[in-house]
């Protein structure tokens, strides 16, 4: 990078004009109100339009509880799983979803036993209908 200070110079321009979304934060993911240990992660599904939103219940933690807009709880605890994709890839929740449909009835049992169940899943939104552009930022 020495040997390229025009290198350096657009790095930091690029940085400088840039948006929060391009810098690779992802507006799904909020502080709780009240208490910056938990977070409030909204998931658009991929089978309809609802936004559910869950939030965490220890720093950093891998369990939630659904909650409404208002943050009140429903239903049980959750694991949260959060993972880069290769965009060209199927989904793990599409692929638990083909398995289960293409299983006999003993199968399905199989299935059940041991993975675990699908609540929702989708790819981030980082806007309505705009999923996440990281791999067109990469070229």
């Not at 959060?82 to 793990?92: E, G, K, M, S, Y």
């Amino acid at each position: 990078m020495t040997q390229e200070p025009e290198a350096l110079v657009e790095l930091f321009a690029a940085f400088s004009f840039t948006n929060r979304r391009s810098l690779g934060f992802n507006p799904t993911v909020t502080c709780a109100p009240g208490d910056l240990t938990e977070f409030i992660i909204m998931v658009h599904p991929h089978d309809n339009n609802k936004l559910r939103r869950f939030c965490t219940r220890q720093i950093i933690s891998s369990f939630a509880i659904e909650v409404d807009e208002g943050g009140k709880e429903k239903g049980d605890p959750v694991v949260l799983k959060d993972i880069w994709i290769n965009h060209d890839h199927l989904r793990q929740g599409a692929i638990l979803m083909q398995l289960y449909k293409e299983a006999d009835k003993e199968d399905k049992k199989l299935v059940q036993r041991h993975f675990l169940t699908t609540v929702c899943h989708r790819d981030v939104l980082m806007e309505p209908g705009v999923p996440d552009g990281t791999q067109d930022l990469m070229h």
